[in-house]
């Protein structure tokens, strides 16, 4: 695929990654961020778990028809940060 080829599936993963996001019960996972890169998704924010971390990229990741790279940028805050 080309870049020009995936500009739309990603947009349209993005929409669809931003809307089951903010709708989660978790709400840190409604805090992220969700970018489209040049290949991929980007996922920005703070989580206090690696779970949830792990959780937001793979829920995510679902929504692809396709294998694209999403990079998972987001940061887990130690237990005295929280």
């Known amino acids: 695929m080309t870049k020009s080829n ?5 947009e349209e993963i993005e929409s669809k990654a931003r809307s089951l996001l903010s709708s989660s019960p978790i ?18 924010g703070s989580l206090s ?16 028809p ?3 790279p999403i990079r998972n940028l ?3 805050r ?4 929280r």
């Open 6 to 10: 995936i500009r739309p599936i990603l």
């Open 27 to 44: 709400s840190e996972l409604r805090r992220l961020k969700i970018e489209s890169a040049d290949d991929g998704l980007c996922l920005l």
């Open 49 to 64: 778990t690696w779970h949830h971390k792990q959780l937001a990229q793979e829920l995510v990741r679902r929504l692809s």
């Open 66 to 68: 396709a294998p694209i």
């Open 74 to 76: 987001t940061s887990v």
């Open 78 to 81: 130690s237990e005295y940060e």
